[in-house]
């Protein structure tokens, strides 16, 4: 028996609620090294389990929960895992990382991943622990919110045990919905809802399977010293200020979204801003399990309120965004999406263009205005519990827009159904590409194109060629850290980062694999992920962004008058698309099919 590479089970999990089954799958060393893990492995499994278009709501659907090969090693934010599926926001591959315990928890029950599919006839809790699966009934769970689950669970199963559980969003298939886990979420594309589809309230795992190391003393002394790289200055704004210090940055450089994007700045950005306001503002940080970084910032003005996690793009999305410039209410909106169980860039994108539309009459019965922070948080009650307003709403700013009518969708803020986060598009323009083609839509962690153009060398709103080439680099490198899984503010710690994660990865497996192999472990799964996308229906004429972009500059600020021109930007879009050695529309070649060590007999066809 061939001796399995270090870091990993060699094996997933997989669980049928229908039948309340459970079987071991193995996982060829080959993929393995083809995926590596996280997103890679997930995309995957997950072209796997379905020939042809499905449901991302229905029964045959996979929810998979995905480890990588470095969690359990000491390196320095490697607590990570993803959630894949199809989202029901885009009909598209989804997949969201998260970190906490349950990564590591997870890993020691030894497997690799767990796919879920089925659905349970009533509301239940899984236990996962090593060789054996358990279904409880949990009708008691069901309509509690996140932290009543958490509490709950916690005292049934123990101290030892960690949880991914949904909330009441995830329960009423808001489509923007999160699984949530130790306070923080896999967030956007509505992972929530697939689960909650399925009737499944949390999942309880605990175990002892530990993997072994290749070189493991080697690791350890690497470990050290990433460690402290990553509290060296790379790292110091977020830990210092965590995302929230984007806030004024990104207002002062005319790139913060304001107002369903009709401006690029804005004019009460002090007030949301702890930054500006440290006296107003009680802080305490936190960290995320198997991190040295402690970028997680937890705020508050009252002693009477709970401290809450704050981001830039979650006061992005319920501040500017819906024009809010009272504190509380952005402190009190982001509690509401993290006890409910929503992605904040989600719902508070959508709840702007939903003021847009009012304001300009596109929507007769809506009375949501900009600023009116008391019907703010009114509606993110009624669209966790899809009632009145917040039935149309919890379907996303696409599914409104076609109700609305061509006006409307014109101004809806997304791209393949997920809500763009808090760039500015058209004075970003390499961004604006990595949000066009994104196989999981408008997301600036999966493309990370924005580093092309806050470099000093780039002209921002004029992008060519060279910008292109760049920004597929710097996917190549986003998608290996989702891979593996790392943090992306390990970016500016590595002098040169496929060749650092390719020591790493030697250092844990025992493979000797080169920067080139790595490169092309890259392209396969960027190709994976948009091949499932033609699977499920995809056409190239969704590769783009709303109207708007291309027909109103931009109103005020820094980048006044910047727009996208439609041309052009189409001319990119078909650069990168033969830059990815694809046809010049976007269609996956037959040499990179044959390079998926897939076994689908629909895998060759086009749509």
Not at 13 to 37: C, H, M, N, W
Not at 386 to 396: A, D, V
Not at 423 to 435: D, I, N, V
């Given at each position: 028996m061939?001796s399995l590479p270090?870091?990993?089970?060699?094996?997933?999990?997989r669980?049928d609620?229908t039948?309340?089954s459970?079987a071991?799958?193995?996982i060829?060393?080959?993929?393995?090294?083809k995926?590596?893990?996280?997103?890679?492995?997930?995309?995957?499994?997950?072209?796997?389990?379905?020939e042809?278009?499905?449901?991302p709501?229905?029964?045959?659907?996979p929810l998979i929960?995905?480890?990588?090969p470095?969690?359990g090693s000491?390196?320095?934010?490697?607590?990570k895992?993803?959630?894949?599926?199809?989202?029901?926001?885009?009909?598209?591959?989804?997949d969201?990382?998260?970190?906490?315990?349950?990564a590591?928890?997870?890993k020691?029950t030894?497997?690799d991943?767990?796919?879920?599919v089925?659905?349970?006839s009533?509301?239940?809790?899984?236990e996962?622990?090593?060789?054996?699966?358990?279904?409880h009934?949990a009708?008691?769970?069901?309509?509690?919110?996140?932290?009543?689950?958490?509490?709950?669970l916690q005292?049934?199963?123990?101290t030892d045990?960690d949880?991914a559980?949904?909330?009441?969003a995830?329960e009423?298939?808001v489509?923007?919905?999160?699984?949530?886990h130790?306070r923080?979420?896999?967030?956007r594309?509505?992972?929530?809802?697939?689960?909650?589809?399925k009737?499944l309230?949390a999942?309880?795992?605990?175990?002892d399977?530990?993997?072994t190391?290749?070189?493991?003393?080697r690791?350890?002394?690497y470990?050290?010293?990433?460690?402290?790289?990553?509290m060296?200055?790379?790292?110091?704004?977020y830990r210092?200020?965590?995302?929230?210090?984007?806030l004024?940055t990104?207002?002062?450089l005319g790139?913060?979204?304001t107002?369903?994007?009709q401006s690029s700045?804005?004019?009460?950005?002090?007030a949301?801003s702890?930054?500006?306001?440290?006296?107003?503002f009680?802080?305490?940080?936190?960290?995320c399990a198997?991190?040295?970084i402690g970028?997680?910032?937890?705020?508050?003005?009252?002693?009477?309120?709970?401290?809450?996690?704050?981001?830039?793009?979650?006061?992005f999305?319920?501040?500017?965004?819906c024009?809010?410039?009272?504190?509380?209410?952005?402190?009190?909106?982001?509690?509401i999406c993290d006890?409910?169980g929503?992605?904040?860039?989600?719902?508070?994108v959508?709840?702007a263009?939903a003021?847009?539309c009012?304001?300009k009459?596109l929507?007769?019965?809506c009375d949501?205005?900009?600023?009116d922070?008391k019907?703010?948080?009114k509606?993110?009650?009624?669209?966790?519990?899809?009632?009145?307003?917040?039935?149309?709403?919890?379907c996303?700013?696409r599914?409104?827009?076609?109700?609305?009518?061509?006006e409307?969708?014109?101004l809806?803020p997304?791209?393949k159904?997920?809500?763009?986060?808090?760039?500015?598009?058209?004075?970003?323009?390499t961004m604006?590409?990595?949000?066009?083609v994104?196989?999981?839509?408008?997301?600036?962690?999966?493309s990370?194109?924005y580093?092309v153009?806050f470099?000093?060398?780039?002209?921002?709103?004029?992008?060519?060629?060279?910008e292109v080439?760049?920004?597929?680099?710097?996917?190549d490198?986003?998608?290996?850290m989702?891979?593996?899984?790392l943090?992306k503010f390990?970016r500016?710690?590595?002098d040169d980062?496929?060749?650092?994660?390719?020591?790493?990865?030697?250092?844990?497996?025992?493979?000797e694999?080169?920067?080139?192999?790595?490169?092309?472990?890259?392209c396969?799964?960027?190709?994976?992920k948009?091949?499932?996308?033609?699977l499920?229906?995809?056409s190239?004429?969704e590769d783009?962004?709303?109207e708007?972009?291309?027909?109103?500059?931009?109103?005020d600020?820094p980048?006044r008058g910047a727009?996208?021109?439609?041309e052009?930007?189409?001319k990119?879009?078909s650069?990168?698309?033969?830059?990815r050695?694809?046809?010049?529309?976007?269609?996956?070649?037959?040499n990179?099919?044959?390079?998926m060590?897939l076994e689908?007999s629909?895998?060759?066809e086009?749509g």
């Amino acid at each position: 028996m061939t001796s399995l590479p270090g870091g990993y089970h060699g094996r997933y999990l997989r669980i049928d609620l229908t039948a309340q089954s459970f079987a071991a799958v193995p996982i060829p060393e080959s993929v393995l090294r083809k995926y590596i893990g996280g997103t890679g492995l997930g995309t995957w499994l997950l072209l796997g389990e379905n020939e042809g278009e499905f449901d991302p709501l229905g029964t045959s659907a996979p929810l998979i929960f995905v480890f990588s090969p470095l969690v359990g090693s000491p390196i320095t934010t490697s607590a990570k895992f993803a959630v894949v599926a199809k989202s029901p926001l885009t009909n598209r591959i989804n997949d969201s990382l998260a970190s906490s315990r349950f990564a590591i928890n997870g890993k020691k029950t030894g497997y690799d991943a767990f796919i879920i599919v089925g659905k349970s006839s009533q509301p239940t809790v899984l236990e996962i622990q090593p060789e054996n699966v358990r279904f409880h009934h949990a009708q008691n769970l069901w309509g509690k919110t996140i932290p009543q689950t958490e509490e709950i669970l916690q005292s049934q199963f123990g101290t030892d045990h960690d949880f991914a559980v949904i909330g009441p969003a995830g329960e009423n298939l808001v489509h923007f919905a999160t699984i949530s886990h130790n306070r923080r979420h896999a967030g956007r594309g509505g992972m929530g809802a697939v689960m909650g589809s399925k009737f499944l309230k949390a999942i309880s795992i605990c175990g002892d399977r530990l993997v072994t190391f290749h070189d493991k003393q080697r690791l350890v002394e690497y470990s050290k010293n990433l460690s402290k790289k990553s509290m060296g200055p790379a790292t110091a704004k977020y830990r210092e200020l965590g995302t929230i210090g984007n806030l004024l940055t990104f207002n002062r450089l005319g790139t913060l979204p304001t107002r369903n994007f009709q401006s690029s700045t804005f004019e009460n950005i002090a007030a949301v801003s702890p930054e500006s306001k440290p006296d107003k503002f009680q802080e305490t940080q936190a960290t995320c399990a198997a991190c040295t970084i402690g970028c997680e910032h937890l705020f508050q003005l009252s002693d009477t309120k709970k401290p809450v996690r704050l981001e830039y793009e979650n006061v992005f999305a319920l501040g500017p965004m819906c024009g809010i410039s009272d504190p509380q209410t952005v402190l009190d909106a982001s509690q509401i999406c993290d006890v409910l169980g929503m992605d904040t860039i989600s719902t508070g994108v959508t709840i702007a263009f939903a003021m847009e539309c009012a304001e300009k009459g596109l929507w007769k019965n809506c009375d949501l205005k900009f600023g009116d922070g008391k019907q703010l948080l009114k509606v993110l009650g009624d669209i966790g519990y899809r009632r009145n307003l917040g039935k149309i709403l919890s379907c996303g700013s696409r599914h409104l827009a076609a109700s609305l009518g061509e006006e409307a969708t014109s101004l809806a803020p997304h791209v393949k159904g997920l809500e763009l986060p808090g760039y500015e598009p058209r004075a970003l323009q390499t961004m604006a590409l990595g949000f066009a083609v994104g196989a999981r839509g408008a997301d600036h962690n999966r493309s990370g194109a924005y580093q092309v153009d806050f470099s000093q060398d780039v002209n921002s709103e004029k992008i060519g060629k060279a910008e292109v080439e760049k920004a597929i680099r710097i996917e190549d490198e986003s998608v290996l850290m989702d891979s593996l899984i790392l943090c992306k503010f390990l970016r500016g710690v590595f002098d040169d980062k496929i060749s650092a994660m390719a020591e790493t990865l030697q250092m844990v497996t025992g493979w000797e694999i080169s920067v080139s192999e790595l490169v092309d472990v890259a392209c396969r799964i960027v190709n994976a992920k948009k091949q499932f996308n033609i699977l499920q229906g995809w056409s190239p004429e969704e590769d783009t962004l709303p109207e708007r972009f291309f027909t109103e500059p931009i109103s005020d600020g820094p980048h006044r008058g910047a727009v996208l021109n439609k041309e052009h930007f189409s001319k990119l879009i078909s650069f990168y698309n033969r830059s990815r050695g694809w046809d010049e529309s976007g269609w996956v070649s037959e040499n990179q099919l044959q390079d998926m060590e897939l076994e689908l007999s629909s895998v060759c066809e086009k749509g």
